[in-house]
């Protein structure tokens, strides 16, 4: 039986392995594929102290330290298909048929971006198609943007990319919004951001790259805008099934409710990364690599104290 | 004016300040010194992704990629005397005389670890003596080593090295701990555990390193516990003054207190890193950089929102 098993091969999994084995826990890590979200960052500006990084080769080199400490960490490629709790922990069932029991969990499955569906979105992403405006939107200097959505991360997306961007159209297909209606105030009376609403994405066009966005109703006597880069900002789906499973509870977000230690509510179960409600939600490389040793560090505490300290790291 | 002032040249605040510049949020960055308590880690196991790193050059990374984002970041080492609430910002103070405005404060100024004051502990700093269980039990492999302190935190190093280390001493100048019972009776039970109670150090001796710890009363017959290294785990005292005199509400333990955002009980105010109440009071690289992280993109917020919005990233 594993001291702790993981969940998810992306920075949250791979810090919280590192931690966990510098505490000498046996470590399982597992997950369907490697490197997470991380895979799909070109460039990454953000993980500080690499300047210019590849998203994959970043992951390399975080699966590369988790992979240093010998027998002490195991690392799978594999599906987990369901968890049930046994006596003194948790037993992984892969989809092989193959079982695996830890005494607790980390789950590190990260979360996906929520995809419009339109017509060219797939097949321009990485190519002016990005999802995380804090990540791309410095790569779109005195460039022509679409950002998509109504809600704050549409709203705060805008505002992000507006502070780089020449031109921002803020492509709603409400006239409506979720976010807060003074930060919509706020960013819409900014000079380079209009708003484009009542209006659907029906296409995303290009050629090597994106070149624009076609609506499914013209705006302002254009049916297609012309855009150098499309932020879609129309939510996450963390991957909370198996937790879910688990009976852990969600945010009102539907993220996995963790609290400062990272425990969830299902004593023994913690996690880490873009599937929780930690960091207020910011999914970063750096947010995940933090919440992934603090998860490991309440991991430590737990089994230390036979399972009575719920994490609470003291300074 | 700037639209923020960062205070602290660690972890925390170099990487508040990449996060804001990519904002293109104007940003003066400022501490006493470069580096914060990543400049003592001779060696570092545990920042994501490199398996060994001096902290040194880690801590020169990290500065470098502040600085990398030309006039957005301006970087000043200097002592911050004082601070003040100005109309619709804050005003630094410097020890030069100079003052700096900006429109918000991320307070990044780490902690320092509690001193015993024993004679050697200065001399042997960094040659067997550390103040981090986490960060260095993993030098200490089959070695033997006293742990001083009384606290959830001596307590838990105890338990961490005890993991890789041959025999633990625990050393505590009392006979009652403050930890939890539970837990102390948990690793008092582990073989490689031996309490030493009522006794304080009298001095840390060695050679070119530690070789033991010279009590205040004999132990079992010795005068000197023979030892490898020395883990003084009897507090952080964070720097919180300049917070403080703002009137930012500390937590408990005497941190800066911070909500999900990052944001101190004042408005306009951040905090990130070592000096508050984030990350479950796990001091660790990581840590720092992803609450750094949040600090920015928090800032950002409530600057875009004109100082309504709080910080709350939507997912």
């Given at each position: 039986?594993?001291?702790?098993?993981?969940?998810?091969?992306?920075?949250?999994?791979?810090?919280?392995?590192?931690?966990?084995?510098?505490?000498?826990?046996?470590?399982?890590?597992?997950?369907?594929?490697?490197?997470?979200?991380?895979?799909?960052?070109?460039?990454v500006?953000?993980?500080?102290?690499?300047?210019?990084?590849?998203?994959p080769?970043?992951?390399?080199?975080?699966?590369?330290?988790a992979?240093?400490?010998?027998?002490?960490?195991?690392?799978?490629?594999?599906?987990?298909?369901?968890?049930?709790?046994?006596?003194g922990?948790?037993?992984?069932?892969?989809?092989?048929?193959d079982?695996?029991?830890?005494?607790?969990?980390?789950?590190?499955?990260?979360?996906?971006?929520?995809?419009?569906?339109?017509?060219g979105?797939?097949?321009?992403?990485g190519?002016?198609?990005?999802?995380?405006?804090?990540?791309?939107a410095?790569?779109?200097?005195?460039?022509?943007?679409?950002?998509?959505?109504?809600?704050?991360?549409?709203?705060?997306?805008?505002?992000?990319?507006?502070?780089?961007?020449?031109?921002?159209?803020?492509?709603?297909?409400?006239?409506?919004?979720?976010?807060?209606?003074?930060?919509?105030?706020?960013?819409?009376?900014?000079?380079?951001?209009?708003?484009?609403?009542?209006?659907?994405?029906?296409?995303?066009?290009?050629?090597?790259?994106?070149?624009?966005?076609?609506?499914?109703?013209?705006?302002?006597?254009?049916?297609?805008?012309?855009?150098?880069?499309?932020?879609?900002?129309?939510?996450?789906?963390?991957?909370?099934?198996?937790?879910?499973?688990l009976?852990?509870?969600?945010?009102?977000?539907?993220?996995?409710?963790?609290?400062?230690?990272?425990?969830?509510?299902?004593?023994?179960?913690f996690?880490?990364?873009?599937?929780?409600?930690?960091?207020?939600?910011?999914?970063?490389?750096?947010?995940?690599?933090?919440?992934?040793a603090?998860?490991?560090?309440?991991?430590?505490?737990?089994?230390?104290s036979?399972?009575?300290?719920?994490?609470?790291?003291m300074?």
């Amino acid at each position: 039986m594993y001291d702790v098993l993981i969940i998810g091969l992306g920075a949250a999994g791979y810090t919280a392995a590192v931690y966990s084995a510098r505490y000498k826990l046996s470590t399982f890590i597992v997950g369907a594929e490697e490197g997470g979200m991380g895979m799909t960052a070109a460039e990454v500006g953000n993980w500080p102290g690499d300047i210019d990084v590849r998203g994959p080769d970043l992951m390399e080199r975080f699966k590369n330290h988790a992979l240093s400490f010998g027998d002490l960490v195991t690392h799978k490629i594999a599906w987990v298909k369901s968890i049930e709790k046994i006596d003194g922990g948790f037993r992984l069932h892969l989809e092989s048929g193959d079982t695996v029991d830890g005494k607790t969990i980390i789950f590190a499955m990260g979360s996906s971006k929520r995809h419009l569906g339109a017509p060219g979105e797939e097949e321009f992403s990485g190519k002016g198609v990005t999802y995380c405006a804090t990540c791309d939107a410095f790569f779109y200097r005195n460039k022509t943007v679409a950002v998509i959505g109504g809600g704050d991360s549409a709203v705060e997306g805008a505002a992000i990319v507006a502070q780089v961007a020449k031109q921002v159209y803020l492509i709603h297909r409400r006239s409506d919004f979720r976010a807060e209606p003074y930060w919509v105030d706020r960013v819409q009376s900014r000079d380079n951001v209009t708003f484009v609403l009542e209006r659907n994405v029906a296409e995303i066009v290009g050629n090597e790259r994106v070149t624009g966005v076609k609506l499914d109703k013209p705006f302002e006597g254009q049916e297609t805008l012309a855009v150098d880069g499309v932020f879609i900002e129309i939510g996450s789906l963390p991957s909370t099934e198996l937790g879910k499973s688990l009976g852990c509870a969600l945010d009102s977000k539907g993220f996995l409710q963790v609290d400062g230690a990272m425990a969830t509510t299902v004593p023994g179960v913690f996690g880490a990364g873009d599937v929780t409600s930690g960091s207020n939600h910011f999914a970063q490389f750096a947010t995940a690599a933090g919440e992934g040793a603090v998860a490991a560090n309440s991991v430590f505490n737990y089994l230390q104290s036979g399972g009575k300290h719920e994490g609470g790291h003291m300074a």
